[in-house]
């Protein structure tokens, strides 16, 4: 009986400028690369700003964010309506939440006073760049659209949690 053997991380398969989504093999030059690249530098970007957060209930909800984001980059590459109404609504509710508790704003804002808000506003910056290039993508392929208001709502997260970060870092 043959043992489980670990896979290799390097395939030699992208070696010849093609890699393979589930869709089949495209160029690593393809707009969908770009997408899915896109939206793995977002999660990475949202991982490290969770690193940097001292309250729980943000990382873990980061945390939660990143995985959901997998959901989103194959919904992206399946052209599958996988981002569900009910994500879009938590999400407004965590802004909302998070904008009650603080002040008005009244003027444009400097982005990250300590390092926890930076990275955070990082994120929010990262999530513009990902929707951005999803858009462009949208343009030829079938996106759904509940992945463009995810990523909408999403930069609005970041930028009212960065806020709150700096606030409390800032009076704490």
Do not use: C, W
Not at 18 to 44: H, M, P, W, Y
């Amino acid at each position: 009986m043959e043992q489980n053997k670990k896979a290799k991380i390097y395939t030699k398969q992208g070696d010849n400028k093609e890699t393979r989504t589930v869709n089949g093999k495209v160029l690593k030059s393809d707009l969908v690369i770009f997408v899915e690249g896109a939206v793995d530098e977002l999660q990475t970007s949202i991982m490290l700003a969770r690193s940097f957060l001292k309250e729980e209930k943000y990382r873990d909800y980061l945390e939660q964010i990143t995985r959901l984001l997998f959901t989103l980059s194959y919904s992206i590459v399946s052209e599958k309506a996988l981002i569900e109404d009910e994500d879009i609504l938590e999400l407004e509710k965590e802004i909302d939440l998070l904008d009650s508790k603080l002040p008005p704003l009244n003027d444009f804002i400097l982005p990250g006073f300590s390092k926890a808000a930076a990275f955070v506003h990082n994120a929010r910056a990262t999530t513009r760049k990902t929707e951005r290039l999803v858009v462009k993508y949208a343009l030829e392929h079938k996106v759904d659209s509940n992945v463009l208001k995810y990523l909408n709502r999403l930069s609005d997260y970041f930028f009212v949690l960065g806020r709150y970060v700096d606030l409390g870092e800032n009076n704490g």
